[in-house]
């Protein structure tokens, strides 16, 4: 039981940014008080069904935000299979770190997830590992090959909320098409993962003037474009229920704030890397900025931002994507594309967006908390009375330093390596249990 | 003024002043190439290695020369073809090479990056031999010192470069030294293979050969990778030879004494015909030549210390 007292809670959910008291009993929200006037002890005693005071735990958060927890529909936890990289105890550690307490684990794992045994695999691991909530995202086809469609149905069972080919982009337009029409018997998204095979080539970096300066083989925006717009397409003709991953062109954001005037059922987000990064930041030895879809322009870091603000985009995410240093370490053609987003993220939003006047803190978490789990049929979203406590006290004025040491992410493979931030989660509960304390996570290894 | 770089790896960080010392320093060297005995005692002692992962026979024995006749000691390591999984890392490479206490490395990758990425590793200077679509600081320099033997220098000169721009470490590395030593460039190509990007050079690009030729000091012919045809970005050899091949006739057009410059291997009668490339205008041999002098500067300069050139 816990009554936190003196916070100011941000929940979209509620139409909540206010000073405010709230009380968890049994892993829930029991109540939540609005406004300046506090609790009275017997309120709280008489909600908590307790006689006594110290039978509650109790925290004061005088100049903290509290958040529902941050929901991100996009992470690579590299189990089974690559756990070189990140696993899903090490993944889950990551998450809560940087204060999120329910993650899509996407299903580019050795083997892919494209089976219910593996699904429940994933589920059964994140459960092991006892901090965020870890949902199975399915394969959309067999072995990501592209061709046969997976037993959506099964793997809905088995705990998939969603089906995509993330790592992949599906290129088969006629596969997507039968995709959309068979995933409507689960309801779940397809989160599709746009690249044009033949347009993106052997690029690795955004095609444009520092594409050329560097020697580097350019990725066109339209490799993504082209494919968001045949997606939307297909998602009207079909009636399905389409999710873009990682946005990153002004060209994708103009048609989905087309498709959405159409009444087209899609929804998208925005990795946070691409809102910060422009390949102008690109450096030939610094793989941490080696991305896909790659770091944009100017021009469309500001479409994105406009298309969040404005609703067209629903959501950040974090395409949190670890690997190996020793991967890392290669030139920047032979390293693999990732960045590792879990725990700089939040932190380097708020620093950027935040403090510097261009999101509100109730859109931003509108966009990680409200919106994915509305979109994904997810618990949480949101800490009205009754609701899972899985929920963030945030202090906008804790600085730190991003180091490979404080990372519990086992991979390093971000660009706020050695960079002070402004911003992070010092205490996190999931269903009201406490999984991170003063940065540091509670409870087992 | 001194050298104070510890690799060559670009001329983005060169100065016009410093093209001009090594410019200078290779006109001594080039002397030395036409001395009875070709050796010096100037690097005696000194290791070089010499990585090339792109075979170029012509490169690494340009190298490989200017280095013996400086009396350094030469290694050329054989490395795995292109092989990204199989074979060393370019990390332990330069961890091995670190561990050897080599002098100088000269690499070629088919990575864009490569050479600076080895640079960090190493205390040894690293000079780059090409990488990937990046810079190829070497040739441009040697083509510099073949346009200066010439011109004496490069203020109103007009310089055509024409060919496959977008895959051309040659073109970059020569349009960003050429602007700094006050020479006007045209790149020239199709559009396919002269991509808007191109830009970022900040010097004039054209797909149209015949408009720009009147008044050309130069016209370089790149190289064009006959594969890329494959790839849909030229139709046939016959189009591009008629639209963007050099021959005696189209080079008339110039109106002056052109030199004409290919960094070679020739597709002959593809980029430039025969009797082009081996007309009194055409300096391709002379650029061969000019490269061991260049390269013997080079090396010089990154660790010749102070010790006397022309001893
Ligand atoms: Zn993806």
Redo the contacts with the bound molecule.
Sequence with gaps: MLWLKNVHLVDPGQGISDKASLLIKDGKVAKVCRGEKQLTEEEVLATLGVSELKEVSQVDGEGKFLFPGLVDVHVHFREPGQEDKEDINSGSRAAVRGGFTSVLAMANTQPVIDTRALVEFVRLQGERAGLARVYPVGAVTKGFQGRELTEMVDLQKGGAVAFSD??LGIQSAETMRLALEYAKLTGCPLIS?CEDNSLAGQGVMRKGEASARLGLKGIPASAESVMVARDALLAGETGGKVHI??VSTKESVWIIRTAKKLGINISAEVNPHHLLLTDEDVQLTDTSYKV?PPLPNREDQEALLEGLLDGTLDMLAT?HAPHTWEEKMRPFAEAPFGINGLEAALAALWQELVLKGKMKPEKLIELWSLNPAKRFALQGGSLKAGSPADMVLFDPKWREKITAESLESKAQNTPFLEKELQGFPIMVWVEGKLVMENRKIVGKK | MRWRHKDLLDLDNLSAQEIELVLQSALSMKEVLFRPIKKLPTLRGKSIALMFYENSTRTRTSFETAAKILGADVTNFSVAQSSVNKGESLLDTAKTLQAMNIDLVIIRHACSGASEFLAKQLKAGVINGGDGQHAHPTQALLDFFTMKERWGEFKGKKVLIVGDILHSRVAHSNALGLKKLGAEVVLIGPPTLLPPEMSYLGVKTSYDLDSELPGADAVMALRLQLERQQSGLFPSLREYNRLYGLTREKIAKTGKDTIILHPGPLNRGVEISSDLADSVQSVIEEQVTNGVAVRMALIYLLIGGTSNVMA
Excluded: L, Q, Y
């Design positions: 993330d790592g993962h991953a990682h896909n395409d």
